[in-house]
């Protein structure tokens, strides 16, 4: 069955410091893994897309990272800001009819003075 | 620049009524989804859509149906509603051709409780 598994569940940070969210999954056949950001009450937004071929991509101060081999991403965040508290949810694509999306459950990240 | 529009944006719906959610998106993209999410879980796919006229169901089974007459349509109907509808409800869109997928922009979400 394909899976996505996120940790941790959730995170406490204070503002200007670093972290870094983990995604494990068993999709198969892969296509691509994509961070979405999911504000309280909105619907995600995109931070990253990474096919088979890449390893890392950067947006601002996100930066996510993949290893196709364990099927483990990472998505980093620099000098945390206030407006960075939100859910982040690792979604992989699989080959198939259609590209389908497997949603983990994401990763609640607050952040605090 | 409208992207993915929903509505509405909240309802309350008594046990056995019927409705529909609107989805409604402007940038052409061949694929649509409706997803649900309930607290603490992933999202779930509902229906989707590879082109006008084609639908196919997800891995949320009975309760809903769509349409997709038009590229730009994918209303998504609750027929006779159940408390196990209770969620939060996305429209997604994306364009895909080949190996190439771009990325899935998602609607403001409607919140649905049914009492």
């Known amino acids: 069955k394909n899976q996505v598994e996120q940790s941790p569940q959730s995170l406490i940070i204070l503002e200007g410091k670093n972290c870094t969210l983990q995604?494990?999954?068993?999709?198969?056949?892969?296509?691509?893994l994509r961070w979405y950001k999911q504000d309280t009450g909105r619907g995600p937004v995109s931070l990253t897309i990474?096919?088979?071929?890449?390893n890392t991509k950067s947006n601002g101060r996100y930066t996510a990272t993949l290893d196709a081999d364990t099927k483990q991403s990472s998505l980093h965040i620099t000098a945390s800001q206030l407006s960075d508290s939100a859910s982040y949810i690792c979604?992989?694509?699989?080959?198939?009819?259609?590209?389908?999306?497997?949603f983990g459950t994401g990763t609640r990240l607050q952040v605090t003075l | 620049n409208a992207g993915v529009t929903q509505t509405p944006k909240f309802r309350i719906l008594k046990i056995g009524q019927s409705m529909t959610l609107q989805c409604t998106q402007d940038?052409?993209?061949?694929?649509m989804y409706w997803y649900r999410q309930d607290p603490g879980m992933g999202l779930k796919l509902i229906y989707y859509?590879?082109?006008?006229?084609?639908?196919d169901k997800g891995e949320v089974l009975n309760g809903y149906n769509v349409s997709r007459s038009t590229t730009e349509d994918f209303p998504l109907r609750l027929e006779l509603a159940a408390p196990s509808q209770t969620s939060v409800y996305f429209c997604?869109?994306?364009?895909?051709?080949?190996?190439?997928?771009?990325?899935?922009?998602f609607g403001q979400g409607t919140r649905l409780t049914v009492v």
């Open positions: 979604v992989v694509s699989y080959t198939g009819t259609a590209s389908k999306l497997t």
């Open positions: 940038m052409n993209h061949n694929y």
């Open positions: 995604c494990n999954y068993t999709v198969s056949p892969f296509s691509n």
């Open positions: 997604a869109s994306s364009y895909s051709r080949g190996r190439k997928d771009t990325e899935a922009f």
């Open positions: 990474m096919t088979f071929s890449e």
């Open positions: 859509s590879v082109g006008a006229g084609i639908t």
